[in-house]
Structure formats: structure tokens, C-alpha cells
């Protein structure tokens, strides 16, 4: 099992909706979580941050963690064709790997007008 | 502020050349990491800089990828003798506080 696993999708949602996207972790990483966005040709964006059990909301973005089924999420609510990005979930690792970052693929995800 | 920033930003080597990547990080960040990301894959670890101290280089896939960061500032990211499995992007991060990480805009490296 890798240590991070995303479902690479390609997801697709109407202008308006809310979008899902799903990250889940081994127990050979921390519990230090991170919603990166990464527009077609450019670099890893960072969006959210999330350390604790429970829900955590930055404007239409909320992460949720869920650290006893080692499940983390990000829902985008009123979805705009600006979102229209790849969704990287990364985890920080523990003990000799700590301060790296391990990412899963991505979920490509469209927002259509 | 200024964010982190990378150069050159497209690199095309022809195969058995030697490159040098730099990366000038978040001013004050001590913290600073190097990732390699290919096509529809995301960034995969590379090495780890606290100041000048590399404290993780179990990353780097051979001895032909080499980092340093003299001065505990600008990083480069060396690799010889480059071979087509080379070719992806380069991405520097820099952090403040070890969790938080910035990405410059990466240097795209084609290997011909």
C-alpha cells in the first residue's frame, strides 16, 4: 500500500455544485494533512491544511479528517470553472521520513458552466 | 512577499550532459525540499535541506543527482551525466515551520 491513495477520477460537476474529492493514508505518515491545487502547467498550490480530527472550512473550501478510518477530504461547495485544476492530497511523513511530504496522484477535476 | 523562485525554468539537455537547477527559497525559510514530478503523477521526494544541514537525501534515485545549499539560502540541484528517465519537472518548496510547504514554479528538464 502506498502511503497516500487518491482516486485520480477524472471527476466532472456542474457550476454551482459541490465537489468530493478523497484522500486516503497508511499509518507510516503523520497526521499533518494538505490540500494542494495544481493548474495545468504550473506548480503545486497549497489550499488547505489540516492537523486535527474533524472538519475545517476556508471559504467555499472545508478539509475533513477522519483519523480512525484514515480517510481525508476536501469539499469545494458553489463550484466555478476556475476550480477546474488537479487536487493533490499530501501527508507529512513520521520518524526518519519526517518533513517530507508524500502526495498522492491527483483527481483532475472540471467544473462545466 | 516575494515567493520561491526557480531557475531556469525550461532546461533541455542532450544526454551524458551535466545540469544545475537552482532554487532561491521564501526569505527566512530554514527549511527547504526538492521534488521530481512526472507526467499525471504527483511530486515525489527528492531531499531535505534545514539551513545548510541535509537531512534527508534517501530520495535522490542515483549518485548522479546531488544537492547542496552551501549558505543555509539558495539551493542547486546537480544532476550528471543525465539520462532520458531524467526528463520531469523539478519542483523546490521551501517551509518556516516544517509542515507548510511553497512551491517555486518548478524547472522543466527535457532530456533529449
Known amino acids: 500500500q502506498k502511503e497516500v491513495e487518491q482516486n485520480s477520477g477524472p471527476l466532472s460537476v456542474p457550476e454551482g455544485a459541490i465537489a468530493s474529492l478523497n484522500c486516503t493514508y497508511s499509518?507510516?505518515?503523520?497526521?499533518?494533512f494538505f490540500w494542494y491545487r495544481q493548474y495545468s502547467g504550473k506548480s503545486p498550490e497549497l489550499i488547505m491544511s489540516?492537523?486535527?480530527?474533524g472538519d475545517k472550512e476556508d471559504g467555499r473550501f472545508t478539509a475533513q479528517l477522519n483519523k480512525a478510518s484514515q480517510y481525508v477530504s476536501l469539499l469545494i461547495r458553489d463550484s466555478q470553472p476556475s476550480d477546474s485544476a488537479t487536487y493533490l492530497c499530501a501527508v507529512i511523513g513520521r520518524g526518519s521520513t519526517l518533513g517530507r511530504l508524500y502526495f498522492g496522484r491527483g483527481t483532475q477535476l472540471t467544473v462545466w458552466p | 512577499g516575494a515567493g520561491v523562485s526557480q531557475s531556469p525554468r525550461y532546461k533541455v539537455a542532450k544526454r551524458g550532459q551535466d545540469v544545475a537547477l537552482r532554487c532561491d527559497p521564501i526569505s527566512g525559510h530554514v527549511s527547504l525540499f526538492w521534488y521530481q514530478q512526472a507526467l499525471g503523477q504527483g511530486p515525489e521526494f527528492l531531499t531535505y535541506f534545514q539551513n545548510e544541514a541535509q537531512l534527508d537525501k534517501s530520495g535522490l534515485p542515483s549518485d548522479r543527482f546531488f544537492a547542496e545549499r552551501p549558505e543555509g539560502s539558495v539551493s542547486t540541484l546537480k544532476i550528471q551525466r543525465t539520462q532520458q528517465e531524467d526528463s520531469a519537472v523539478y519542483l523546490c518548496?521551501?517551509?518556516?515551520?516544517?509542515?507548510?510547504?511553497?512551491f517555486g514554479p518548478g524547472t522543466r528538464l527535457t532530456v533529449l
Open positions: 489540516i492537523y486535527s480530527n
Open positions: 518548496a521551501s517551509s518556516s515551520s516544517g509542515n507548510e510547504q511553497f
Open positions: 499509518d507510516r505518515v503523520s497526521q499533518s
